[in-house]
T-cell receptor, first 115, second 115 residues
């Protein structure tokens, strides 16, 4: 069964600090892994998309890593800002399986940035 | 360019009543997806339209849920009669191609509460 597990479930850090969110998956056959940011009351917005051959991808202060051998990914946020407070969802796309769209979602990490 | 639009943003109804959710995809996007997130759980796939045709509705929970996409433009998701377990956030997403990973866009969702 395809699954995506994220940790921690929630995280509180001070503004300006860095943090790293984790994602482990058992999705096969793997197509790509995405990190989404979901602000309260809004839909998920894509931060990064990584394919099998990509180890690292950055989007501003967000850096995602992928280890396809261990089936792990991380999202590192540098110099956090209050606007980073949101849920961060790891989504793995399979060539088949998952929903008919091939996507398996994690439950997300709820990140709170405190001033 | 307008994004994926959903309304209402919130709906509170009594058990046994009927509710209709609407999704307007990005213009020109043939593929439209419905998802649901129940509290404490991950986002899960409900169904996929290609234009006006249901490509896959394997994620629909039961026959109380009816989705339509007349003319291949906007889509509606009707729940009749609503039950308490139907409460959650219903997301819609659209894309131009079936596996257009980079052009996959979510709406802000409809929060449905059944009391």
């Amino acid at each position: 069964k395809n699954q995506v597990e994220q940790s921690p479930q929630s995280l509180i850090i001070l503004e300006g600090k860095n943090c790293t969110l984790q994602c482990n998956y058992t999705v096969s056959p793997f197509s790509n892994l995405r990190w989404y940011k979901q602000d309260t009351g809004r839909g998920p917005v894509s931060l990064t998309i990584m394919t099998f051959s990509e180890n690292t991808k950055s989007n501003g202060r967000y850096t995602a890593t992928l280890d396809a051998d261990t089936k792990q990914s991380s999202l590192h946020i540098t110099a956090s800002q209050l606007s980073d407070s949101a849920s961060y969802i790891c989504v793995v796309s399979a060539s088949m399986g998952g929903g008919a769209d091939g996507l398996t979602f994690g439950k997300g990490t709820h990140l709170i940035i405190q001033p | 360019e307008a994004g994926v639009t959903q309304f209402p943003s919130h709906s509170v109804i009594e058990k046994g009543q009927t509710v209709t959710l609407r999704c307007d995809p990005i213009s020109g996007h043939d593929n439209l997806y419905w998802y649901r997130r129940v509290m404490g759980k991950e986002i899960k796939f409900l169904l996929h339209f290609v234009k006006e045709s249901k490509q896959d509705e394997s994620g629909m929970p039961n026959n109380r849920f009816l989705a339509e996409r007349t003319g291949g433009t906007y889509s509606t998701l009707k729940v009749q009669p609503a039950e308490l377990e139907d409460s959650g956030v219903y997301f819609c997403a659209s894309s131009q191609d079936p596996r257009d990973d980079y052009g996959y866009t979510f709406g802000s969702g409809t929060r449905l509460t059944v009391v």
